[in-house]
């Protein structure tokens, strides 16, 4: 009986075969490269090497055959395809105003970054930052400070600003227009 007991006691039960996890992991991988092959495939087809073979047979660069196939696209594609993208230049140093006396605040310090998608518009800006600064620092040292601290009125601001940037490069000849005004740092003290 003992040995009876100690060959059900080593009994472990029937072993079952290892699964293969190898196998498992094989299908995974292969799955992954089907998918980003086809992937990488569809870019450069649709992306890349059709700009190249209409860059080719128009005889212009690739950024034209780009314009070119979004216009053939037509409708809302064509815009978005032309649209370039919005350049934000800073108007560096920050600007440092004295505001009218009798308000809660007596300066206002503020850093301008302007959107536009027109790079001789930065360029314009950059050429005349004498008299855009000029300018800026008028508009910025006739606020009222009880109108800045509130939301309405730094909105109020920035379309100010952008009216008055979008002018002066209408009359100075300047191409282009400023798309939006940001303030990324603005403190009145």
């Known amino acids: 009986m003992a040995a009876l007991k100690l060959d059900e006691s080593t009994d472990l039960g029937i072993e079952k075969a290892p699964r293969s996890k190898w196998l498992l992991v094989a299908i995974v991988v292969a799955a992954l490269l089907v998918v980003g092959g086809g992937g990488a495939a569809a870019w450069y087809f ?24 979004g216009k053939e696209a037509g409708g809302k594609a064509a815009t978005e395809a032309e649209k370039p993208d919005p350049i934000y230049h800073p ?28 790079p001789s518009l930065v360029a314009f800006l950059q ?17 009222d400070a009880a109108e800045l ?21 209408k009359e100075r000849g300047g191409e282009g227009k400023v798309t939006a005004v940001y303030f990324t740092q603005f403190v009145m003290q």
Do not use: C, I, S, W
């Not at 050429?127 to 606020?143: A, C, S």
């Open 46 to 69: 649709l992306y890349k090497g059709g700009d190249e073979a209409a860059a080719a047979e128009g005889g212009g660069d690739a950024k034209a055959a780009r314009a070119k196939k």
């Open 91 to 118: 108007l560096d140093p920050a600007f440092v105003a004295n505001l009218p006396p009798g308000g809660k605040a007596k300066m206002l310090q503020v850093a301008v970054r302007v959107e536009t998608h027109d």
């Open 127 to 143: 050429k005349n930052d004498p008299m855009v600064r000029h300018h800026l620092l008028t508009l910025f040292g006739g606020q």
């Open 149 to 169: 601290m509130t939301r309405a009125g730094r909105e109020r601001l920035q379309a100010e600003v952008q009216k008055t940037l979008n002018t002066l490069a």
